[in-house]
């Protein structure tokens, strides 16, 4: 008689799930080096943010939303022909 293993009878999403979970609880260097991605995305899109790409839009709140979008279109239209 066949015996089915679990992972026959398991669906395919948990399959994927269980692949890769038990790959990281075996890794040793590999959990060094995502903890080393993560501190570079981090510092990438959340520091890095705010000191170069600060937020023309909300530094001026006094401006009606139809300003907002003059200005928008205006710079698109410059930056398209310069």
Sequence with gaps: MFVFSRTIMM???????????EGFRSMNLGKTLWT??????????????????PDFLK????ISPEDKQDYISSELIKRANP
């Design 36 to 53: 080393i991605i993560l501190i570079k995305l981090a510092i990438m899109f959340f520091i890095l943010r705010i000191f170069f790409f």
């Design 11 to 21: 669906s395919p999403i948990r399959k994927i799930i269980l692949f890769y979970t």
């Design 59 to 62: 530094e001026n709140n006094k």
